[in-house]
């Protein structure tokens, strides 16, 4: 039976190093068997979070060959004879081996403001497509964390005080085009959610492994609000005169 | 620092640094050759009008190429175009040069400090491009014009296969789309709604493909001009199609 090489980062934040393992190739094989494999017969302590095998939950996010990827939707036979290199994302605290701490993200996400309905209008809400065909996108999103790992500001600049990243623009775009939420957020894009620094260079779209269009759908929208709230000195005026500032879309 | 944070190459299936070396290369030279187009002072040939010199602005007082009065508009429309952004940060500053390459630059403002904060002035240099491409499309139709006969040259063509991709790039453009209802959250309650969701919809495939209209309407200018100046010169015929 064919063998594939896997080099699997094994240790902890202060030290640790790849270790090799061969592991039996099977028909449709992604990485994460391989794990799985090297956790059931090479060495049961390596530390690895999955939980769905299916791509939707978002949990076994790893860096493969040097590549932010799901290793559940990571096939083995695409790297050919290559060697399986898998290193736990670099952008999070290591926990151990493949596991990394993840908690800055909730603390991130309590810092957006919920969504926030019409107190005078309680609902039931009628929906219509044209308002809610752009948030379906947004809601595809799993929360795997590996468009925070490949922001390069999150990543390299160390921004994580100053930039709440592509997942959380996502987020807080999904709040701010609904059409029952009537919450303006710009204030805190402009502030600590820091949506200046992300420089739009795209590569949180190349790794969503559910497509999201993350710069063109999501950020940049937000950013073109912010520019009607604080960088456009037309709208400006008109505030300034026109009084009252008239919620969007009404 | 453990091992996992010791960065790694991504592993792409093209050299990473190829597509910064050719955009750099490109956008260099066209800097350049405009640069050397608007110091000409001329371009035009018949009926045919340069893009760099559209509209022509002449101001009798101020001995300037008549090119410098228009270009500003189109260049800082590019410039602070969101594809164009991607495109020089990623080349000319390698912020970052290719996803998941270490940067060695460590102070990092982004767009929160002078002078990329600018960049959020976009829509302002969107309104001056329109109006430049409104000329453009005079100029268009001009081109199908010879000594008050209507006609069809390649040079007709030409000027109109590049003012149909310069509509694509400046009308894909994010901040129309945001313009024309990106910036509604609420297209049933807004007054003309459904009408600009309809528009809303017609700029996202054209904006899905802005770097494809960027670069095409980048190099059709160029081609125009450069197809104006070898008729000026005599170096070339303009073949009589229709």
């Known amino acids: ?250 | 620092m453990a091992d996992h944070t010791v960065p790694h190459p991504y592993a792409p299936s093209i050299p990473w640094w190829l597509q910064p070396a050719a955009t750099v290369t490109i956008l260099s030279g066209f800097i350049v050759y405009a640069t050397w187009v608007a110091l000409q002072g001329h371009g035009s040939y018949g009926s045919y009008l340069s893009p760099f010199y559209s509209p022509q602005v002449v101001v009798a007082s101020i001995p300037i190429s008549p090119a410098f009065w228009v270009l500003w508009a189109p260049a800082g429309f590019r410039a602070t175009c969101y594809y164009y952004r991607k495109a020089y940060y990623r080349s000319y500053f390698a912020d970052p040069i290719s996803c998941m390459i270490p940067e060695s630059r460590r102070r990092y403002a982004g767009e929160t400090a002078f002078p990329f904060i600018v960049n959020n002035l976009h829509r302002y240099l969107l309104y001056a491009a329109v109006a430049v491409l409104v000329f453009l499309w005079i100029d268009a139709i001009h081109a199908f014009v010879f000594d008050g006969r209507v006609g069809i040259r390649l040079g007709s063509l030409l000027f109109l296969a590049n003012v149909v991709l310069l509509s694509g790039y400046t009308l894909g453009c994010h901040a129309f789309r945001h313009l024309v209802g990106g910036n509604l959250d609420c297209f049933s309650c807004a007054r003309g709604g459904q009408a600009r969701f309809r528009l809303w919809q017609g700029v996202t495939p054209l904006n899905h493909y802005h770097a494809f209209w960027a670069w095409t309407s980048l190099f059709s200018v160029v081609a125009v001009d450069v197809y104006v100046r070898l008729l000026m010169a005599h170096v070339i015929s303009d073949p009589v199609l229709f």
């Open chain 1, 1 to 250: 039976m064919a063998e594939a090489r896997f080099h699997v980062f094994r240790g902890y934040a202060k030290h640790g190093d790849l270790v090799t393992y061969q592991v039996p190739i099977t028909e449709g094989m992604v990485v994460l068997d391989g794990i799985h494999y090297i956790q059931a017969h090479l060495d049961g302590t390596l530390a690895c979070r999955w939980n769905c095998k299916a791509a939707k939950c978002g949990s076994c996010s790893a860096e493969v060959n040097g590549r932010p990827r799901l290793m559940c939707k990571t096939r083995v036979d695409e790297f050919g004879a290559r060697p399986i290199t898998v290193r736990p994302i670099k952008v999070f605290p290591l926990i151990k081996d493949l596991v990394t701490d993840v908690s800055w993200n909730y603390r991130v996400n309590q810092q957006i403001p919920p969504f926030t309905p019409d107190a005078n209008d309680p609902g039931p809400w009628k929906m219509y497509p044209e308002d809610v065909e752009r948030l379906y996108e947004f809601r595809k999103c799993i929360e795997c964390f590996l468009c925070q790992d490949v922001c390069h500001v999150l990543r390299e600049h160390e921004g994580m005080d100053r930039y709440m990243g592509p997942r959380f623009m996502v987020r807080i775009a999904a709040l701010e085009m609904h059409p029952k939420d009537t919450r303006s957020r710009t204030d805190l894009l402009k502030g600590s959610g820091g949506i200046g620094f992300c420089n739009i260079t795209k590569c949180c779209e190349e790794v969503c492994p559910e497509h999201i269009h993350i710069t063109d759908n999501a950020i940049i929208p937000l950013k073109e609000r912010m520019a009607d709230d604080y960088f456009d000195p037309w709208r400006a005026l008109l505030r300034l005169f026109g009084g009252k500032k008239e919620p969007r879309g009404t």
